[in-house]
């Protein structure tokens, strides 16, 4: 985050206005209709009276001095003079105000965000100073589907706030409550001027408002690339009270979540696990049961090389409500990203996801039937045994020249993607370097990843 949006209340706030043009009026417009106190200087001449906003305030024809400006809390200077911009800004400054000087970020100490007034609900977009019109754009799209009475909502919330927080002292009960009021009827109600109606429909959710049963959601977070979010796994983020995260899971998928949920690391890598996996689900249950929405958060799919399975059986034998949400699981994102389809007519009738990290004294993989011919492989973990994984494919009766590929961080700005031939898959790891999350594939349709690249570097040249 470069910029932070703060919410200023504006009641008997002080607001100075330096400038007659149309940059000037522009700032002017946005206060009119608030409750701050409005001061206007157009030292370079008023407007047209045409061009005059009809509930401005009368403009003072001359610059502002200090006691001008004593007890300001914003300053917007919208001058050509050079000198006088310094000089004013100094002098405001001075004064304890906040400046902006229209259209020169390097001189301010705020920009104005494009803003979409709703009286009670205001939303800003800013992106630093350094593209307004793109800002602009992207309040238009979102005022589109923001309702005209949103206002009346938030003016009820407000009204009844006090209310609320005596009638439900819980603080968790108490944002269920604001939850369901906000999503239900109540809030359509009053979005529509119906307020009699919405505060009766508020009134009667805070008679039965009382601590929910915690509830654990399972929900896989995809490869890595935020846009692979299902839908349903990012409402439930944004629901979650406390997410309980892997290693896989970027920080650009937890920022999707809310920002006031407890976050908990337990991440494992191959031989490090931060936390034991009864450890994971003991946490799992003791949240859920202190009454909060419990996202467990997995790379791709959890019921793909996750243990989710695990997880769900352990919440089930502890009477914990439990739900899943799939994800986009490793193979299909990795594959699609690098251009290698999993199943061609002419290639690959089958494909088969398969770990190389067999759990310790466990069954080991049929690597007979996983040879076979037009077959596509996807090996997840297998980086470390890639050289053991190729020879014992080759053993069993695949060609040595089976082309392989390598995709480490699949969908993700930092992917990469290597090719070559299964006989060579050990060496073509060791020489990668990889650091991040990779996946083999083996087979046919590998060598569709190799022409991708002969096009991406192409369009590079």
């Not at 398969?354 to 492989?377: F, S």
Request: charged fraction near 25%.
């Amino acid at each position: 985050m470069r910029v932070f949006l703060a919410s200023i209340p504006l009641d008997a706030v002080k607001i100075v206005i330096i400038g007659g043009g149309e940059p000037a009026l522009a700032k002017l417009r946005l206060f009119l209709n608030t409750p701050a106190e409005v001061v206007w200087f157009a030292p370079d001449g008023a407007p047209p009276k045409i061009e005059t906003p009809l509930t401005a305030p009368e403009p003072l024809l001359r610059s502002p001095e200090a006691d001008d400006l004593a007890g300001a809390r914003l300053v917007f200077i919208a001058l050509d003079d050079a000198d006088e911009l310094v000089r004013l800004s100094a002098l405001a400054r001075a004064a304890g105000a906040q400046v902006n000087v229209v259209d020169k970020p390097h001189l301010s100490d705020f920009q104005t965000p494009a803003l979409i007034d709703r009286d009670e609900v205001v939303i800003g977009v800013a992106t630093g100073g350094s593209a307004p019109i793109l800002a602009r754009d992207i309040r238009t799209a979102i005022e589109g589907v923001l309702p005209a009475g949103l206002a009346n909502v938030a003016r009820l919330a407000r009204e009844l706030r006090d209310t609320v927080k005596a009638s439900v002292p819980d603080f968790m009960a108490r944002r269920r409550f604001w939850e369901k009021a906000f999503r239900g009827p109540a809030a359509t109600l009053a979005a529509e001027g119906r307020t009699a109606e919405a505060r009766r429909e508020m009134l009667r959710l805070l008679n039965v408002a009382a601590p929910e049963q915690g509830v654990v959601h399972i929900v896989g977070a995809g490869p890595g690339d935020p846009e692979l979010l299902t839908l349903k796994a990012l409402r439930v983020l944004q629901d979650a009270d406390v997410i309980i995260h892997d290693r896989l899971v970027p920080e650009a998928v937890l920022e999707r979540a809310r920002r006031d949920a407890k976050r908990l690391y337990v991440g494992k890598a191959r031989g490090e696990h931060s936390v034991p996996q009864d450890q994971i689900e003991a946490l799992m249950v003791a949240e859920a049961r202190a009454g909060h929405r419990v996202v467990r958060l997995k790379g791709g799919d959890p019921f793909v090389f996750g243990r989710g399975g695990e997880e769900l059986d352990a919440m089930r034998a502890a009477g914990v409500p439990v739900f899943v949400v799939p994800g986009v699981t490793a193979a299909l994102a990795c594959a699609a990203s690098a251009g290698i389809p999993l199943t061609h007519r002419d290639h690959a009738q089958a494909v088969t996801f398969v770990t190389a990290q067999a759990k310790p004294g466990g069954v080991e993989a049929d690597w007979t039937r996983l040879a076979g011919p037009n077959h596509t492989l996807a090996i997840y973990m297998g980086s470390d045994r890639a050289e053991e994984t190729a020879a014992r494919l080759i053993a069993a009766g695949r060609s040595p020249s089976t082309p392989v590929a390598i995709v480490e961080n699949g969908s993700r700005p930092d992917e990469r993607v290597l090719t070559g031939r299964l006989d060579g898959l050990g060496a073509l790891v060791r020489g990668a370097d990889l650091t991040g999350p990779a996946l083999l594939f083996v087979g046919e349709t590998a060598a569709f990843s190799a022409a991708q690249l002969d096009v991406r570097a192409e369009a590079a040249a």
